[in-house]
């Protein structure tokens, strides 16, 4: 039973465009969103985040969007970067509760020069 | 600040052998999770630590895997034995929970092998 759903496990972005990366959530009680970032042979690092009393937060190039009655969010990056080129996870977590984080499978993003 | 430190780096290992992994969480956090990653479901939750005692579980495969979190600068992971089946990524990560919202911050995982 997947929570949370990155349904692209792949995108291709030329550099200096848009990268839009997408995840769906089933349940209900989440309401604090995380975007991870992960190279190769490294742990992912935490990006940005967002709590459900917003539909927006934005950290420089990074924006993420909710959108709560679609159960939808979205990283975009602006302009893409080749250092942008990972693996791009985002996580959900109630506020109480049992506390976890319940990962997406990832979304590998490759920004081309 | 050292960050999560995670031992093996690499691991490879013959079905049926037990295999240990080890984890450092930076120093002051006090939560600790255990996650697995695989292509297929992503960054799997095992098992998480609060103060040193085990919160959740629930997502530990079998009982063929157990951790242990004996202090708060150390914790374990234990997989006997193991299986093919169980090759993959470990991460560990830390995080200080205080009781609002927090972020985890993730060793550089294990890379596990079992032939």
């Known amino acids: 039973d997947q929570q949370v759903k990155q349904n692209s496990p792949s995108l291709s972005v030329q550099e200096g465009r848009i990268s839009i990366l997408n995840c769906d959530y089933t349940?209900?009680?989440?309401?604090?969103f995380l975007w991870y970032k992960k190279y190769p042979a490294e742990g992912p690092t935490f990006l940005i985040s967002?709590?459900?009393?917003?539909d927006k937060n934005e950290d420089g190039r990074f924006t993420v969007f909710l959108n709560k009655s679609a159960k939808h969010l979205s990283l975009h990056i602006v302009p893409s970067q080749p250092g942008d080129s990972a693996v791009y996870f985002c996580a959900a977590r109630t506020l109480s509760g049992t506390y976890k984080y319940i990962f997406g499978t990832g979304t590998r993003l490759k920004v081309l020069a | 600040d050292a960050g999560v430190i995670q031992s093996p780096r690499h691991e490879v290992t013959e079905m049926g052998q037990e295999v240990t992994l080890r984890c450092k969480p930076i120093s002051g956090h006090n939560s600790l999770f255990w996650y697995r990653q695989t292509m297929m479901r992503g960054l799997e939750l095992l098992i998480y630590?609060?103060?040193?005692?085990?919160?959740?579980d629930s997502g530990m495969p079998e009982d063929r895997f157990s951790a242990k979190m004996p202090n708060a600068s150390f914790s374990t992971l234990k997989i006997q034995p193991s299986e093919p089946r169980d090759s993959a990524v470990y991460f560990c990560?830390?995080?200080?929970?205080?009781?609002?919202?927090?972020?985890?911050?993730f060793g550089p995982g294990t890379r596990l092998l079992v032939l």
């Open positions: 990560a830390s995080s200080l929970r205080t009781g609002g919202l927090e972020t985890q911050y």
């Open positions: 349940n209900s009680m989440f309401d604090y």
């Open positions: 967002i709590s459900s009393i917003k």
């Open positions: 630590f609060n103060n040193n005692v085990p919160i959740d």
